[in-house]
């Protein structure tokens, strides 16, 4: 998952107020391990190892599952057998949503199977109806209350393919508020062409929220041939659907978050974290979402710990619980660690696949921003250009964030990510080790760098935010 | 689908016994006829047109099925719209395969959900049982008997992708063959990769069959990136699969070959006959497989109906019931017209897919090579190559090519025909409207120019042939 940039203005409100520190600054022979560190990391396929062993032995991960608890078991172990000096882990708790099953289908005289999932948070039902069209969400808001009297809502929104995954910003709302909103209208279901890019006949999946009041309805998404499939039908006449979904909430469940640390050498209670997210959707194996972001942050860990000299900060490497129903291992961290946002140097989430990453950038004050640029220089053998200002923090950084930590951001290409997010193709063989191995080499460097530096990029508990928040 | 090589041969010897007739020749005035032909309907879309509201109106079309008499209607009604000069139906016999459910799953340590589909004449069945690797169908072959007993068989060849569709050739047996092999060693089921190149998370349906005193298994094909997940899995130890399948034989059904034709103003009763099937697989709308054959063959005869003066011979376009099952409406065609082998003065399908034509062949005898020189110059100008021995009578064509029938072959380029065959991504997006128009003026010049020649091209009863068989 990726959320839209949210931060920055908060961001440099804040390097504002620290502006008046001693400048942070990268030592020499600090970057001379970086150069070693990078090279060491492009010939060595850990990285890529840990998503093939994470999504081959576990598979998909849906929070709650029985997947979910595998998993945690398999971090710990993962985390130990890389060599990392503490492995420790911290529950986590939410309400638990479970699929079954689902069928959706045209009837009458054009019947056929559409190709369709739940949303995730969608309740359960069999329903029949008529569908009702809508190019996009603000044109589903705009339609009159009771309009959708006994009618199952279609939005049609064809997501744009981007490099930085801007598209997904603009179609959010589809998918997050347009089942609520559509109930609001008197809609009995709800329809939406998936949030993806990928011309195969798979549909994504992904959370939907129905607020307090809000009368829940059975929501799916539909592939993008199941869609345009529909507005053809539609050019002919009316069309209903039947939808059957078995899924709903289910209780309560207690994952963890799993967090390996290499020990700082010098300032051990100062940590330098990078993280992925350990759970899945339930359709792929949830290789690019995020077993990479797992793999790469673990494998950073892994060589950082095989250097002669520990770093002089820790790096503490989490792999998330939950991420997909709402950051939730991530708000819990950031609760269970509020008083410690000064110790918690700056962060990186690697979440947004395994394409190669082509910038960087942070949320460092001016005082910082010198050791940005070295940390910047570090990187660019790797293709990587430092991109002030393009940057947002990860998902599961956005907690912390919040909370007046310091953030990084390592841009992947994102070009194709949304052929495969949150959808069955969500496997392995779209992974590339050599991708892989480039990503692991940047946040390698970053975390190292990061950890070495003298000085701080501006992480502070920031009273106004938490209020704000 | 698309039937190997098979009667090359016979052709062959056929063609030395009819060699002393006088030549086959194509008037010139013909060629120009075929030159405007090939203009208008390069630039005319009647093709994509019937091929989008084949899989837009009707769907799925799985022999049998509530669509199947849906298609008929549609395709009757498709016939008279377009124009043609006569329409009827002749009944086809088949039994019954119904897919009502299907589930996979490793079960264990690393239990995960698997993408497989039924294979056609599948029994149901719900087993769990430790799964053996075989590489491909001479490793099936070659086991023991005895050896598979309470197993679960898995052949894991990787088919070629190859722009004649030769890979599929290759891979046939073990869908069509390898669950009754694995059945007499002693296994309870049966999986294999699919024979197809997709990478994506679909699997290829497509039949099986069980000889008499084979035990029928359930049997299902994987997609490509499971059956790489059940390689890795393998790696790491015995592998246990549980199969759900329901699906089976349900009685007997009466479907219908539907035939239009554009009536002959000189010899109506001999005719040139163009071809596709109506019925499709269950999981995609049969998009390539095979609404673009009948799009491009119905747009054919629509042209040629509308040129000034009609055809010397009949132009006959048959949608073809139940190809995918075994060739039923093609073989109940050859047997109720066996006594007309000889006015039918040659026959080509379009059951390939929906990329552009690139060669052509026939399997005329001497006496008509230089009429077939004088069609594939025509050709020569979209493209198309004559590639003397590089062809086959499309599927549906075989009976009557076994029964005496001269056959033409328009190869279409198969590159990425098995990234959809029989699977669910086989949708009207993979078609390209412009392929389709090459397509229809291809077979526009071909049909016409067949019907138009002076003489036949090798159609003649054969005794030994019909024994052969």
């Not at 081959?56 to 971090?75: C, F, K, M, Y």
């Not at 997904?168 to 998918?175: K, N, S, T, V």
């Not at 959370?207 to 507005?231: C, E, K, N, V, W």
Request: net charge negative.
């Amino acid at each position: 998952m990726r959320v839209a940039p949210l931060l920055l203005a908060l961001s440099l409100s804040l390097s504002a107020a620290v502006a008046a520190q001693d400048a942070t600054r990268i030592p020499d022979a600090a970057l001379d391990t970086a150069a070693q560190l990078r090279a060491q990391a492009l010939a060595d396929d850990t990285g890529w190892k840990v998503i093939e062993s994470l999504t081959t032995e576990i598979g998909p991960r849906l929070p709650g599952s029985e997947a979910d608890a595998r998993a945690v078991a398999w971090a710990e172990a993962k985390f130990a057998e890389l060599g990392f000096d503490r492995v420790w882990t911290e529950p986590v708790t939410f309400p638990k949503w479970e699929r079954r099953s689902e069928r959706a289908y045209v009837l009458g005289a054009h019947a056929q199977p559409l190709v369709a999932t739940a949303l995730g948070g969608s309740p359960g039902g069999e329903i029949e109806a008529e569908i009702v069209r809508f190019a996009d969400f603000a044109a589903l808001e705009a339609a009159p209350v009771g309009s959708l009297q006994g009618k199952i809502a279609f939005v049609d929104y064809r997501m744009e393919r981007t490099r930085d995954g801007s598209g997904y910003g603009d179609a959010g709302p589809i998918r997050g508020r347009g089942p609520a909103v559509a109930s609001g209208k008197g809609a009995i279901g709800y329809l939406m062409r998936s949030i993806g890019t990928s011309a195969h006949r798979v549909a994504n999946t992904g959370m939907t929220r129905f607020p307090d009041g809000a009368a829940p309805i059975p929501a799916a998404a539909l592939s993008l041939s199941d869609a345009d499939q529909l507005g053809r039908l539609l050019q002919r006449g009316p069309v209903r659907v039947r939808l059957e979904l078995d899924c709903g909430w289910n209780g309560e469940y207690t994952s963890q978050n799993v967090i390996g640390e290499i020990t700082g050498r010098e300032s051990p209670e100062e940590v330098v974290m990078i993280a992925g997210h350990l759970d899945s959707w339930d359709h792929g194996t949830g290789a690019v979402d995020d077993a990479s972001g797992i793999g790469i942050t673990m494998a950073v860990g892994h060589l950082i710990g095989r250097l002669p000299q520990a770093p002089k900060r820790s790096i503490r490497v989490i792999a998330f619980a939950n991420e997909e129903q709402g950051l939730i291992g991530a708000r819990q961290y950031a609760e269970r660690h509020a008083g410690e946002i000064a110790s918690h140097v700056i962060a990186a989430e690697s979440d947004f696949g395994a394409g190669r990453i082509y910038a960087f950038d942070s949320s460092a004050p001016e005082h910082a921003q010198a050791a940005i640029r070295r940390i910047a220089e570090a990187l660019a053998p790797l293709g990587i250009e430092h991109t002030p200002g393009a940057g947002s923090p990860g998902p599961d950084i956005i907690p912390l964030a919040q909370a007046g930590g310091a953030w990084a951001w390592l841009g992947q290409d994102g070009s194709g990510y949304f052929d495969l997010h949150h959808n069955a193709d969500d496997t392995l063989d779209k992974v590339d080790p050599e991708a892989v191995a480039q990503n692991v080499a940047a946040y390698a460097v970053f975390a190292w760098l990061a950890a070495e530096a003298e000085g701080d990029f501006g992480s502070t508990p920031d009273a106004a935010q938490a209020t704000a928040e």
